[in-house]
């Protein structure tokens, strides 16, 4: 049973932080792509960050320098720390899962549940 749960979400103020956590198991992913992307009420998803099997990391132009994807797989955990957070960065955050690195391979991956992270 392949299972991402996402957790860290809240609400912050404009130039705040927020860590995200995506828990996985039950599926050897070491070998696979997993990322972040996230969607607002009435807004298209949006890819964040994802990182392949060989630790390379893409970032969506805006969360550049802002967002770090990071992933430990000795504790089956993927992260994103956000810095300096917008109120354009509210939306829900989901943790996701593919075996080919692009986004649209996450959007259609195994996913989480979501977390909302909403700035203000």
């Known amino acids: 049973h392949v299972q991402l749960v996402e957790s860290g979400g809240g609400s912050v103020q404009a130039g705040g932080s927020l860590r995200l956590s995506c828990a996985f198991s039950g599926y050897t992913y070491s070998g696979h792509c997993m990322g972040w992307f996230r969607q607002a009420p009435g807004k298209e998803r949006e890819g964040v960050a994802r990182i392949d099997g060989g630790g390379r990391t893409t970032y969506a132009d805006s969360v550049k320098g802002r967002f770090t994807i990071s992933k430990d797989n000795a504790k089956n955990t993927l992260y994103l720390q956000m810095n300096s957070l917008k109120p354009e960065d509210t939306a829900m955050y989901y943790c996701?899962?593919?075996?080919?690195?692009?986004?649209?391979?996450?959007?259609?991956?195994?996913r989480g549940q979501g977390t909302q992270v909403t700035v203000s």
């Open positions: 996701a899962a593919a075996s080919i690195s692009s986004w649209s391979s996450l959007y259609f991956g195994c």
